[in-house]
């Protein structure tokens, strides 16, 4: 309560809060009563980058692929993916599960991996520096997480044109409702091995563009922060 009392006494000393989403927006509403001088400046991507980033040649699986990117650790709950993966596998075999990152449960995941027969449908890649032909050439970019501040992953994933499939955590639900780019998932196994399904019988090896256009391009960015100083 004291720490509420003290964050509520600071916000109230600002000209103006700038936002990186829509959540973050509706949280200092819901808690703090704040709505008035409130920006909202998205975390941004280098979009001319990473479009050449993507096209860097790497070895891609022989079935078809989905991507989760993020530290193995207890938020971002890739346990619940691979739980999915094992529902998934009950009726079809023709997929493949990257998971980009390193940290504290990567054993855990490895040991579920082997525990549970997926060693060909799931492989822990460690930190990979370039994620994004990984992401391109992605049937969809799966987010598990219990929590976000904003997750760039999903906006770096649709600007490639590749749909998220992801729990209901920072930007999700702010890209999905914009762009019709995807799924918000519950935090249910069979529920998001349903999704999983769905996407691997309507994937043909391409992605209709979705319409995102700059407003999460770096160059956006800069001239939102411009405009607010």
Not at 98 to 109: C, M, S, V
Not at 115 to 121: A, P, S
Not at 171 to 183: H, S
Not at 217 to 225: M, N
Request: proline share 3%; aromatic share 8%; glycine share 4%.
């Amino acid at each position: 309560k004291q720490e509420f009392q003290m964050q509520a006494n600071v916000l109230k000393c600002f000209d103006s809060i700038a936002v990186i989403s829509d959540v973050v927006q509706q949280t200092l509403a819901q808690l703090f009563g704040i709505t008035e001088n409130v920006v909202k400046i998205s975390n941004s991507v280098d979009s001319e980058k990473m479009a050449l980033l993507c096209q860097e040649p790497v070895k891609l699986p022989s079935k078809k692929l989905f991507t989760t990117l993020g530290r193995l650790d207890y938020n971002k709950n890739q346990i619940l993916l691979l739980k999915a993966a094992k529902e998934v596998k009950k009726m079809r075999d023709d997929f493949m599960i990257y998971l980009l990152g390193e940290g504290e449960d990567r054993q855990a995941l490895e040991k579920y991996i082997q525990e549970n027969g997926l060693e060909n449908n799931a492989k822990i890649l460690g930190f990979i520096e370039n994620p994004y032909p990984y992401m391109k050439n992605s049937v969809a970019t799966v987010l598990t997480s219990l929590s976000e501040g904003f997750s760039l992953v999903l906006v770096e994933s649709v600007m490639l044109n590749t749909p998220i499939i992801s729990t209901d955590v920072g930007v999700a639900k702010e890209l999905i409702q914009k762009y019709d780019c995807g799924d918000i998932v519950p935090y249910d196994e069979k529920e998001l091995a349903t999704v999983l399904l769905k996407y691997l019988n309507q994937y043909d090896g391409f992605h209709d563009p979705f319409a995102i256009g700059d407003e999460y391009d770096i160059k956006t960015e800069v001239r939102k922060t411009v405009e607010l100083i």
